[in-house]
């Protein structure tokens, strides 16, 4: 075993806090990693990141279909396509800090809760869909601000101003 999977495999066993993020494949998701990886780095902390989907026997269940493929299948599909993201996020990254990958069945928000009761920092994505609901948290973010046993962070995309520059807004 080479001496970083001996050292990352070390850091796993001990009790450090790890910034835990909520990705998937869409853009507040992405912006969510980007701030986790910065976090991750600054704070010399291990990331978690974590994706959930839902089980193809419930969405089967729930919608009278069979579903042909399994549990397993869609978490190796969702496993390569968060990979993708990590890595090209990563790829940009200064100080990169070690990262595990958590890819599980079930709802988002219960998921991202659980997985925040070890870390230091729960962040996830802000959905903006128009002016008005850009004031909003999505549905998950919501409920992990009130469900999360650790802080948690909703990055919100930048905001165009009437000047064509760009402001953060919180």
């Known amino acids: 075993m080479e001496a970083t999977?001996?050292?990352?495999?070390?850091?796993?066993?001990?009790?450090?806090?790890?910034?835990v993020v909520g990705v998937d494949e869409s853009d507040a998701s992405r912006l969510a990693l980007i701030f986790a990886v910065e976090e991750a780095a600054r704070s010399q902390a291990p990331l978690r990141v974590v994706t959930a989907f839902e089980s193809a026997?419930?969405?089967?269940?729930?919608?009278?279909?069979?579903?042909p493929v399994s549990d397993e299948e869609i978490a190796r599909r969702e496993e390569v396509a968060i990979r993708k993201i990590v890595d090209e996020v990563l790829g940009g990254a200064y100080g990169r800090p070690d990262v595990r990958l958590v890819v599980m069945a079930g709802a988002a928000?219960?998921?991202?809760?659980?997985?925040?009761?070890t870390a230091e920092?729960?962040?996830?994505?802000?959905?903006?869909?128009?002016?008005?609901?850009?004031?909003?948290f999505g549905s998950v973010g919501l409920y992990c601000v009130l469900h999360?046993?650790?802080?948690?962070?909703?990055?919100?995309?930048?905001?165009?101003?009437s000047d064509g520059t760009t402001a953060h807004t919180s």
Request: charged fraction near 15%; glycine fraction near 10%; hydrophobic fraction near 45%.
């Open 5 to 19: 999977a001996v050292n990352q495999a070390a850091t796993w066993a001990t009790n450090v806090r790890e910034i």
């Open 57 to 67: 026997g419930r969405f089967g269940d729930r919608y009278s279909v069979p579903i």
């Open 109 to 117: 928000g219960p998921a991202l809760v659980e997985e925040s009761c």
């Open 121 to 136: 920092l729960l962040v996830v994505g802000h959905r903006g869909c128009g002016e008005l609901a850009s004031i909003l």
């Open 148 to 161: 999360a046993h650790s802080p948690v962070l909703v990055v919100r995309p930048p905001a165009d101003t």
